[in-house]
Structures are given as C-alpha cells and as structure tokens.
C-alpha cells in the first residue's frame, strides 16, 4: 500500500527512522532510557558519566539514551555500529563508514548506495543492526560533532557477547554486543575512577542458537 499510494500512506520502520514526525516520536518515546540512567547516576555515584555508548542501526535505542545528554558537555557519547566482516563493499552496515547523503523510505541521512543511488547490500552478525539507513538526527548529531560513531566487527560483537555472559551473568543481544564490544576496547584506555555507560537494549536469548552455530557449537 506504501509503494502503490506513496501520497496518504506512510512507512513506519520499528526504529527512529521514516519521514517527520516519526523519529521525533521514537526519540521523545525512548528518551526516558537517558532520563532514568542520568538520575540513577546522579544517585549512586553522585556526579555524571565521562562516556555513554549503544549499539546504532536504525539509532532509537542509542538517541533515547543520548538525548538527555546531549547539553551536558562533559559527558561523550559513542555510537557502535555494524562493521560485519570489514568496512568493504557488502560487508557491513556502518553508515557513516561509507554512506553517502540521500533519501531511504521518508529519510534524509547517510545512506549505504552506490554512485547511481541504489541502495548497497549490507551485513551484521546481528538482524538488528543492518538496515542501509541510519536515523537522521544521528546524522545531524555526528556532522555537529556532538555524538561520535565507530563500528564494531562480527568477531569482536561475539566476543563480547561470550565474555558478557561468562562474567556477568547476562546474555546480550548481538546488537548490544556491538556497544560491549567498544566497551572493551575503551575501558582500558580511560581512568580507574572514569564512569563508562553502557546501553544494554535487549537480552539475547534470541540470539543463543545463533551465536552456538556461528561459534561452531551446534544447536544448543
């Protein structure tokens, strides 16, 4: 119905994504994921984070953490995404790796295409993390160098996912795992007092025969 009546009907992706007003609903929907963190922080640790970071394929998690943030000027903010099996042609769902400006159903962002506009394939280990769009206040954010974005490889997200599970005791979702997987990297980097947020936006039950069969350990 979308394709055949493109001027009364609407395409609602399940992210912060699509024509206006639709990202701004999703942010403003999400936004209390950053308000109820900011307010937890403030009460045990008493101060901010230094660094917040989520997984971003379409952003709604991610822009629901950040955008309570966004005026505290202390605190960075990285976005993950996709990298899949390398920043090559096909292989990976990171936008801002190797998209370019243009439009994908309602939305102006960067978009994985090639030179005539068609839109690239792409990978993730993880479902959710693919689409070739990424949500325009992301753009926005990321060109106003507010929100930093970086990727994250298969091997790296699972990883992250079997040493989350292992020593935590919880089960991430691969696309979580893409944020696990930065953590892992930054943590070291940063000071024994430095506060890193991580945005945990799904378990991955779904995800436990997947992983199993990529890690060559048959259905579980």
Excluded at 26 to 32: E, L, M, P
Excluded at 38 to 65: H, T
Excluded at 71 to 80: A, L, R, W, Y
Excluded at 159 to 186: N, V
Aim: glycine share 12%; charged share 25%.
């Amino acid at each position: 119905d979308w394709v055949t009546n493109v001027r009364s009907t609407h395409y609602i992706l399940g992210s912060a994504l699509g024509s206006h007003p639709y990202p701004m609903m999703v942010r403003d929907f999400h936004k209390i994921i950053g308000q109820e963190a900011k307010a937890q922080m403030l009460e045990r640790e008493g101060r901010l984070p230094d660094e917040l970071c989520a997984c971003v394929g379409g952003g709604s998690n991610a822009i629901g953490l950040f955008y309570d943030f966004l005026k505290d000027s202390s605190v960075k903010m990285v976005g993950v995404e996709a990298g899949g099996r390398g920043i090559s042609q096909g292989d990976h769902a990171a936008r801002f790796q190797g998209g370019k400006l243009g439009v994908l159903q309602g939305t102006k962002t960067y978009v994985l295409q090639n030179e005539d506009g068609q839109i690239e394939l792409t990978h993730s280990v993880s479902a959710g993390l693919d689409y070739a769009a990424v949500g325009p206040e992301h753009a926005y954010y990321r060109d106003a160098g507010r929100i930093e974005y970086t990727y994250a490889t298969d091997d790296e997200v699972l990883d992250a996912f079997q040493k989350c599970s292992q020593t935590e005791g919880i089960i991430p979702a691969l696309e979580s795992s893409h944020a696990i997987a930065y953590a892992l990297k930054r943590a070291p980097q940063m000071g024994k007092d430095a506060i890193l947020l991580v945005n945990m936006s799904g378990r991955g039950d779904k995800d436990v025969q997947q992983v199993a069969k990529l890690l060559g350990e048959g259905d579980l």
